[in-house]
């Protein structure tokens, strides 16, 4: 890598440069050479459209924004379609292109986020350390109960999760499960 005081120029890959960076008066980047994508900004500095071409097609992405500098919503258009994604509040809608109606996608929570997937909705929950970063992504799942399910909780050692072995005060947080 290749630096110019803090910005960056040109990154080699294999040993071969993968192409110039270049920067706006401001220290934006406005042309990026890895993938050949042109940034353009708005008059509050912030980021406002994104325009590529590469070997696998092309595409952008277009920001709004309030006069007040709070992104209400981003349009993205690429070979397979595009989407317009709006942003209010705790709540983020996605339209995609022909559609009439926006669709919920996200709410966020002061725990987490709750998402849409196929199935339904998908509660996640974020684990912090003591300066908020978020440490591990905990999923519920949705799980159907049914009359005589034996629920029986987890506490060994032994078992292992799904995103790695959470550690709560020293011991593997307990783990819900339905045996059927």
């Known amino acids: 890598m290749q630096y110019d005081g ?7 890959v294999d040993n071969r440069s993968s192409g110039q960076y270049e920067y706006d008066a401001n220290g934006n980047m406005v042309y990026e050479g890895y993938d050949g994508s042109n940034h353009g900004y708005n008059i509050l500095n912030r980021l406002d459209s994104i325009c590529y071409e590469n070997s696998s097609g092309g595409g952008s992405m277009r920001a709004i924004y309030s006069s007040s500098g709070e992104k209400l919503a981003m349009q993205t258009r690429g070979d397979n379609g595009g989407m317009t ?3 209010r509040g705790e709540f983020t809608y996605v339209r995609p292109d022909g559609a009439t109606e926006e669709m919920l996608y996200q709410v966020h929570h002061p725990e987490g986020i709750v998402s849409k997937t196929d199935q339904g909705y998908t509660y ?10 978020v440490r591990v992504l905990l999923a519920a799942v949705p799980i159907e109960f049914s009359r005589g399910s034996d629920i029986t909780f987890i506490n060994d050692p032994t078992v292992h999760l799904g995103f790695g ?6 011991r593997q947080m307990e783990v819900l499960q339905v045996n059927e």
């Not at 996640?124 to 970063?133: A, E, I, Q, S, V």
């Not at 072995?165 to 020293?170: E, L, N, T, V």
């Open 124 to 133: 996640n929950y974020f684990k912090t350390d003591h300066l908020g970063n």
């Open 6 to 12: 803090y910005r960056l120029t040109d990154i080699e």
């Open 165 to 170: 072995d959470f550690i709560r005060q020293g």
């Open 85 to 87: 994604t709006y942003y």
